[in-house]
């Protein structure tokens, strides 16, 4: 201890403000890379494109990185997210099929309520068994992705495309996705995928930096078991983050059936990566204990600019995939070299 | 070493000290938390780069710019916190990195890993299977197997970071007749520590550090304990330890035949408010299981009656909620939610009471009770903002035991709570449990260093063996005595 309490009177502050610099630097790349796309294509810094094709797309996986966020600053990880958005896809769209014939206002909520409750159920699942059972989180949720995949396919009858029969209530739904709320008149719409995204950030923000849940959650990833023996819930506390990260995963399937209307078990996969790398390349380090939902949604923003760029220079998807597992591996190292850093 | 100065980003850490040892020497070095005795030796041990000033090691100036020149030129450092692969063999670890490997199998050998550790077990007289997993080892015998790796590497300087803070007091006496034994083969031997009454009995010279600079090197004949804390403190620290001013009162926690599977056995015991009880033993004695499992850290039968009633579950949760607090005996593992603000570490325990609407955590709200347990520890430094992990041992300390403090527990558990810390912040927590007693708080004291318990201690519970062999009223003045209790009969085992 003696080795580090040296040098304790001296660096106070210095390893936390470097990983301030890690963060404005993600930030930096962000805003650089629009103004490099902006001046390549005109139609970049258009509302239409930011809205529609950037934050619009970027919704539904924003929603699931922000739980993941939780899950990650606890010092866990969720490979299963993506399988649990297809379950929760399917029995979205199965259960407003199924209850079609009593009306939409009936069929749409009990839809939802059912949708949410599995997405809860299914991140409790991981939750137990990580926390109560101690399973590795890696080898629960490397399982649980291919169960929940596999329960989606028996769901759909193995893989076929599904969609709600009556032809109104599907138009009713997809309302979610094509609605536009008016903010400055109508030329510049909100749509609704943004507005959940920002409920649940606002939501998630105040969870994790205004109460005892966010604290725990923080002292989880700083350190568990001296978290345990300060009187802290440890178990309860890491459950919930699973199962909060479950929930945002149904929230993201009610975003993605609106916008596709149609759902097929095998969507998403590999997702998990994309949502995993944006709460890293945000700053939240693999082993938790620091992070924020304002650099996760950074994270969001880089890697579907970065996406959105590719597109406009018709970069094949095999690069792509290259590219994006260069920016994760980058930002895993520099985020491991920032923790030596401040811990040495 | 002469005139050394090393800066942390704009700080000086060491501001032009002079050190010295000589062959068959063990030199002491001593200081406060923070005074530079680990940063000297990290320069000497090749951590850093960028120190100013000069080394004479045999002879010859030279710079020691990387750990890897520090081992090669015969510089060892053995660290309290030890650096055993816990899931290799004592052979295997003192031979790590000079494996032989037979020439057409490319095998390893393992015959000769065995026969060179045994040579060296048995050139140092120590008593090690070379078979044995590290990890089944204890503490003692781990160090043992550290100074062994660094004898088979040639060392001609070996440096010891605070050897006997996690020890029991027999082992540390087999330590010393360890290095009174390699200081005879003609090794020069640096010896940090906190312990200072322990340092008589091993050191020939002690030199004190104050705030970076060197205070004086003297003799150690010529240096008593008071002249050596005087050195240290910069003022004289007639009373390390409080007046006892406690009075104990009625009964508030009652154990029965608590026991646990090859730990402990049917451990019964009352505690009573106002009262300091110490636990005494030696290391593994199982002191630390039973404090774990009255906490509800470990799962354990038998009966804890609470205030008259039985609690029913146990568990850290519960404990923290009903009044029970524990200051755990690992610090680093145990304590500090690394990563995080003093701030947070401070109030883990108490947010429930601090929640508002909605489980709403007013951070200014955070902050002037954070600011509130900084004053009353004087944790330095005094800001909530701090990361923990950067605070010296003895603030790390001051912070887990103010978290315990902020949940004004009823029972207070204290698992070797001045470990590797400074003696300004020993005496801070010694008045503290006084002061606690004195409010009617009742406190569990455990702790190695029995002159500790021997002092602040109403009555002292001996463990042996996870048994419950005797109970000793204190305060003592005879430590001897404490000591033989602990250790009598430990030879049958």
Redo the contacts between chains.
Sequence with gaps: ????????????????SFQKLLQASVLVLLVTLCIFASVRTPTFFTWTNLVDNLFTNAAALGVIALGMTFVMIAGGFDLSVASITAVCSVVLVLTMDRFSSYGPMVAIPTALFLTVLVGIGLGAINGILIAHIGVNPFVVTLTTMLIFRGIALILTGGGQAKQVADLALRHQFSWVYDAGIPLFGQAYQVSIPIVIFLAVFVVGVYLLN???????V??L???E?????????TKQIKTLTYVLCGSTCAIAAVIFVAMTATVQAESHQGKELVVIASVIIGGTPLGG??GSLVATLTGVMLLRVIDNLLTQFNVGTEYRKVVTGLIILVAVVIGVLAKRR??R | MRRIVKDFSGTRALDGVDFEVRKGEVHALIGENGAGKSTLMNVLAGRFDDYQGQIVFDGNQIRIASPRQARDIGIAIIYQELTVLNNLSVAENIMLGDEKIRRWTRKLDRAFIKQEARSIIDYLGFDLNPDKPVERLSTAQQCLVEIAGAIRRNVKLLVFDEPTAPLGSEDVQKLFQVIRDLKAKGLGIVYISHRLAELPSVADRVTVLRDGRKVGTKPMDACPISEMSRMMLGHVLSEIFPPKENQPGKCILKVKGLSRKAKFEDISFELREGEVLGIAGLLGAGRTEIARALFGADKAAGTVEFQGKPMSSLSPGVCSIRGIGMVPEDRKRQGTITARPVGENLNISILGRLSGFLGFQSPRRLNRQADLMIGRMRIDPPDPRVLIQNLSGGNQQKVIVGRWLAAQPKVLIFDEPTRGIDIGTKSQIYKLIIKLAKEGRAIILISSELIELAKLADRILIIRNGRLVSEMQAPLDDVDLLFDACAAKEESV
Excluded: P
Aim: glycine share 20%; aromatic share 12%.
């Design positions: 201890m003696t080795g580090a309490s040296e040098k304790s009177t001296v660096r106070t502050r210095g390893g936390l205004f109460t005892r849940f966010g604290h725990y923080f002292a990833g700083g350190n078991e001296a978290a345990w023996l300060a009187g802290v819930n204990g620091s401040n811990l």
